[in-house]
């Protein structure tokens, strides 16, 4: 790779930045080989006639830093002209090799087309467990509303069709609701699914464990897992959260003293199945969905949860790492 003479001034300074120390770590922690093989079956061929297709690893990087800091297409193809450190770590070599938004756009639309966000989730997740970051003991489940547009100023004059609302509180939410499976040892999210906003997240508890759990962890959300149909076959012990109403209902003080005393562990317990949200929403900027339709933004999801379970174990992977 061919550096200009700004890149290579940046380089040399002294002070890194905090873009620059993230992007070194997960230079480090990202499993690239592993993904790069899932992807290239379906990648463009070089020597094919027409335009060369960019390097693979370039373009998985791209798509990577779209995540990571919440950029539209065209917005990734203007931060790579301006932000030499982010050159460097997609492998461009100037800026007269800058893939512009319609090549960004055709990538993320060829990892939509074989399904390959989840299964670079899946992968990601393999590698972790390799190195001793997944346990598989209990899992803690929960869910987000993620917004989206409700205007209907747009060329169809309707919001999107795969979307609802649902009423949290006494406020109405327009969007998508992500589910997710966290394991309660590591912290790490192992299953993911998207709904609408308006499905209730009980009815999704079946598909957001992956059998061998000892123990299903839910707030009052998920009160009555344990008696639906789907649910019968399994072991574990379920600790859902007991709803307010019914703690200020007890009259005696002191069982009422020992119940708030176990909501208190079973929420010490929950606390891990926030971080992922944390990161994905804090850390990565991703506070609304960015296209329309449920497949689309679920493919974004299990791409953000992905990155998120590398960023949550980095201290831990890196020591192994370098």
């Not at 003991?137 to 989206?148: E, K, P």
């Not at 059998?211 to 299903?216: C, L, R, S």
């Not at 020992?258 to 317990?269: G, T």
């Not at 974004?300 to 020591?319: C, D, G, I």
């Amino acid at each position: 790779m061919q550096l200009t003479f700004g890149d290579a001034e940046g380089m040399g300074k002294r002070k890194r930045t905090r873009r620059e120390i993230f992007l070194a770590e997960m230079e480090k922690v990202v499993p690239w080989a592993a993904l790069l093989a899932l992807i290239e079956p379906h990648y463009p061929k070089m020597g094919r006639p027409g335009r060369q297709p960019y390097s693979l690893a370039t373009m998985l990087r791209v798509h990577f830093l779209q995540q990571w800091y919440a950029l539209s297409d065209p917005a990734m193809e203007e931060a790579l002209y301006d932000t030499p450190v982010m050159r460097r770590f997609a492998r461009l070599g100037g800026l007269d090799n800058v893939p512009d938004e319609t090549t960004i756009l055709n990538f993320r639309r060829l990892l939509e087309s074989h399904n390959l966000a989840e299964k670079i989730f899946e992968r990601v997740n393999a590698h972790l467990a390799r190195k001793g970051q997944s346990l598989r003991a209990g899992t803690i489940v929960d869910a987000t509303i993620v917004a989206a547009p409700s205007s209907t100023k747009n060329q169809d004059g309707e919001r999107d069709p795969e979307m609802h609302q649902t009423k949290k509180g006494n406020q109405w939410h327009f969007g998508m609701k992500a589910h997710i499976g966290v394991d309660e040892e590591s912290g790490l999210v192992h299953h993911v699914e998207c709904t609408a906003a308006n499905v209730g997240d009980v009815t999704q508890v079946h598909k957001l464990l992956h059998g061998k759990e000892d123990t299903i962890c839910g707030d009052s959300g998920y009160t009555g897992a344990d008696k639906r149909e789907e649910l019968q076959d399994v072991e574990a012990a379920f600790l859902i959260a007991e709803k307010p109403s019914k703690l200020r209902a007890m009259k005696n003080k002191r069982e009422r003293k020992y119940a708030k005393r176990w909501e208190r562990r079973k929420a010490s317990l929950r606390a891990k199945v926030e971080h992922p949200f944390r990161v994905v929403k804090r850390q990565f900027g991703y506070i609304k969905v960015r296209y329309r339709g449920l497949a689309k933004n679920a493919a974004q999801m299990y791409t953000l949860f992905a990155l998120s379970n590398l960023w949550m174990a980095r201290k831990r992977l890196l020591p192994v790492v370098g």
